[in-house]
């Protein structure tokens, strides 16, 4: 009887034994799962930020270069009317030197 009861301790600790080696083995894979999980988020929230980042400087850029235009033309614009007022003005300096000259 107490060799049964001995062998049935033993059956018992072998399989407890058992038991605690697949929980470990589960938590180690469950754990590297997690990182694997974490790894795969990690890349894919990266790529999405790398993604929006792109097409707000894309999209700045656009913005940047419609505004460049929109001085480029105020410019040619100032500059014609300088033209004008220059055009304006010769006939008169040309005018008063002549007569300072005379």
């Not at 049935?8 to 589960?26: F, L, P, S, Y």
């Given at each position: ?31 590297d ?66 007569q300072?000259?005379?």
């Open positions: 009887m107490v060799a049964e009861t001995i062998k049935k301790v033993q059956e018992a600790e072998g399989k407890a034994d058992t038991i605690a080696k697949e929980c470990r083995q589960q938590c180690t894979d469950m754990v799962q997690a990182k694997k999980d974490a790894a795969a988020l990690k890349e894919a929230r990266l790529q999405e930020a790398k993604d929006k980042a792109g097409a707000a400087m894309e999209a700045s850029k656009k913005e940047a270069e419609k505004f460049m235009e929109s001085v480029e033309a105020d410019i040619q614009k100032e500059i014609a009317a300088l033209k004008t007022l220059a055009a304006g003005k010769e006939a008169q300096a040309t005018e008063a030197v002549i300072a000259l005379f």
